[in-house]
């Protein structure tokens, strides 16, 4: 199918709001976009300007904006699941709740997992990309408790590669240069705040400079975003290291891009908002630039 595929998300938040006000402001051509949705849900948050193809994933119960069921977790998952399996050129996703997907017995901790289920093959890796223009970060961990951020030596080594790969693949860009955050305060001070840099980081960029690769030793965060775009990409080792500093930047304006898979997904930078869901006041800039995203990235229209 030569198509973006969109998921409208848990039906009970902005999802399909925001995705029926990106459309009208885009004006794609009818045939380029498959919404994966129901009608009925659709049609509760707005009106499309064109006749996309629409793939029906059933929802037999009452729309109720704001509120987290399982029957809107389990939507969530079959919608995402569908875009896996129709064979479409990219994946733009709505906003879905974590605790409605546990509520259905999904045990995902996000989208990107669930790509990774059913698009990952050879030991593909889906990875978490944030970009805003020429602002981009790279997460080594995604969704995990603070106290449970585990890295290693291989986890780094193959992130970076793949993440290289993306870019000279993809973006087009031959030599990029990437920052790599540290994983403790002031870079560790030689081990004085913690040996990560000295026993995982340092090893891992040796072996990636060998490797061709252009990346610097592991840098204080905290200093390293003030020069951001001297560098093609940022390394950080956690959620909120690398989301802090681009959406305090960015805003609505940050795309998630999961690369590393045959095919690109985007998603806006947010959630489902459930406390404003259904009043038609939801900002639908995160989902235009999510579909602008794929767009220009695979450069198919």
């Known amino acids: 199918m030569n198509k973006i595929a969109i998921t409208t998300g848990d039906p009970n938040g902005i999802g399909a709001e925001i995705t029926v006000k990106a459309l009208n402001k885009l004006d794609l051509p009818s045939d380029s976009v498959a919404l994966i949705t129901n009608k009925r849900v659709l049609e509760f948050y707005g009106k499309l300007n064109k006749d996309y193809e629409i793939i029906e994933i059933p929802y037999d119960f009452a729309v109720e904006p704001g509120k987290i069921t399982p029957e809107a977790g389990e ?49 593909q890796l889906a990875e978490m990309l944030f ?32 993440l290289h790969k993306f870019f ?17 305060p002031h870079a560790g001070e030689d081990g004085i705040l913690g040996r990560e840099e ?21 840098l204080p965060a905290d200093t390293l975003f003030v020069k951001v775009l001297d560098y093609d990409c940022v390394i950080a080792n956690y959620h909120d290291q690398g989301l802090i500093p681009i959406k305090t930047v960015a805003g609505n304006n940050t795309v998630n891009m999961t690369i590393g898979l045959d095919i690109i997904r985007t998603s806006p930078p947010h959630g489902t908002a459930f406390d404003i ?17 794929v767009i220009t990235t695979d450069n198919h229209l």
């Open 75 to 123: 939507f969530s998952y079959l919608s995402v699941k569908k875009a896996c399996e129709v064979g479409a050129k990219a994946i733009v996703t709505a906003p879905v709740a974590k605790n409605a997907l546990y509520m259905a017995g999904h045990k995902f901790n996000g989208q990107t997992e669930i790509l990774q289920k059913y698009l990952a093959h050879d030991n």
């Open 131 to 162: 970009i805003a223009g020429n602002f981009r970060v790279l997460l080594l961990t995604r969704h995990v408790a603070l106290k449970d951020v585990n890295i290693n030596y291989d986890m780094v080594c193959e992130k970076v590669l793949n």
């Open 198 to 218: 000295i026993e995982i980081l340092i090893p891992a960029v040796e072996t990636l400079c060998k490797k061709g690769i252009n990346i610097t030793n592991p």
């Open 277 to 293: 869901a259904g009043k038609n006041i939801a900002d639908e800039t995160g989902m235009i630039e999510a579909i602008k995203a």
């Open 168 to 184: 000279v693949e993809k973006l087009k860009i031959k030599s990029p240069k990437f920052a790599l955050c540290a994983f403790n």
